[in-house]
């Protein structure tokens, strides 16, 4: 069964600063890796994902990931943070029907 | 043009009760996925349609829980016999066939009491 754990429930950083939210999947095959947000009172918005190739995504609004095979991890990160950025973050997992299984989520609050 | 929409957006009922909740997919989406955010349990996957397949049910969490998806458009999750525990966010999705990306509705926040 596929699994992920974000083990950061809470990160608190200062706008302008990096941003680095963790999270390890667990999965039998080849994984289909997702990263998605969510706003206060908004639906999940897709971030970024991998499928194959290059294990260095771009993604929307100046995020990255990063997928490490050996470490079982696709950790987001950004180099400089928004206060907009403030939100719920989910790593997801997907099968091949894209059946998505979600970490527990990481909220990023962003103090001036 | 429109996203995944959800009706209701908030939904108050009383244990023991039947609800249902609707799901509009993206017009030309034929897959579409329901899962449940909740305090207890995170964010979890409920049932999966594609097209005419037979849908994917396995995560239901008990067979008080059904859905039906209707000329491979609109979807309608139904909860009989309704407890506290079913309490949570219930979120549609929709994507293209063998599309990777899924479209995520505001979802409908059932409250149990």
């Given at each position: 069964a596929?699994?992920?754990?974000?083990?950061?429930?809470?990160?608190?950083?200062?706008?302008?600063?990096?941003l680095?939210?963790r999270?390890?999947?667990?999965?039998?095959?080849?994984?289909?890796?997702?990263?998605?947000?969510q706003s206060?009172?908004?639906?999940?918005?897709?971030?970024?994902?991998?499928?194959?190739?290059?294990?260095l995504?771009?993604?929307?609004?100046?995020?990255e990931?990063?997928?490490?095979r050996?470490?079982?991890s696709?950790?987001?990160?950004?180099?400089?943070?928004?206060?907009?950025?403030?939100?719920e973050?989910?790593?997801a997992?997907?099968?091949n029907?894209?059946k998505l299984s979600?970490?527990?989520?990481?909220?990023?609050?962003?103090?001036? | 043009?429109?996203?995944?929409?959800q009706?209701?957006?908030?939904k108050v009922?009383?244990?023991?009760?039947?609800?249902?909740l609707?799901?509009?997919p993206i017009?030309?989406h034929?897959?579409l996925?329901?899962y449940r955010?909740?305090?207890?349990?995170?964010?979890?996957f409920?049932?999966?349609?594609q097209?005419?397949?037979?849908?994917d049910?396995?995560?239901?969490p008990?067979?008080?829980?059904?859905?039906?998806?209707?000329g491979?458009?609109?979807?309608?999750l139904?909860?009989?016999r309704?407890?506290?525990?079913?309490?949570a966010?219930y979120l549609?999705?929709?994507?293209?066939?063998d599309?990777?990306?899924?479209?995520?509705?505001p979802?409908?926040?059932?409250t149990?009491?």
């Amino acid at each position: 069964a596929q699994s992920v754990t974000q083990p950061d429930i809470h990160i608190t950083v200062s706008e302008g600063a990096s941003l680095e939210l963790r999270c390890n999947y667990s999965y039998g095959a080849t994984p289909y890796l997702f990263w998605y947000v969510q706003s206060p009172g908004q639906g999940l918005q897709l971030l970024l994902k991998y499928f194959s190739g290059d294990t260095l995504v771009q993604g929307i609004k100046g995020f990255e990931a990063e997928f490490k095979r050996s470490q079982s991890s696709f950790n987001l990160r950004k180099p400089s943070v928004h206060w907009s950025d403030a939100a719920e973050y989910f790593c997801a997992v997907g099968d091949n029907d894209y059946k998505l299984s979600f970490g527990a989520g990481t909220t990023v609050t962003v103090r001036a | 043009g429109a996203g995944v929409s959800q009706s209701p957006s908030n939904k108050v009922t009383e244990k023991g009760k039947d609800v249902e909740l609707r799901c509009d997919p993206i017009s030309g989406h034929t897959a579409l996925y329901w899962y449940r955010q909740s305090l207890g349990q995170g964010l979890e996957f409920l049932i999966y349609f594609q097209g005419n397949s037979a849908p994917d049910k396995s995560g239901l969490p008990s067979d008080r829980f059904s859905a039906e998806r209707t000329g491979g458009s609109v979807s309608t999750l139904t909860i009989q016999r309704t407890q506290q525990e079913d309490s949570a966010v219930y979120l549609c999705a929709s994507s293209l066939a063998d599309s990777d990306t899924q479209y995520f509705g505001p979802g409908t926040r059932l409250t149990v009491l």
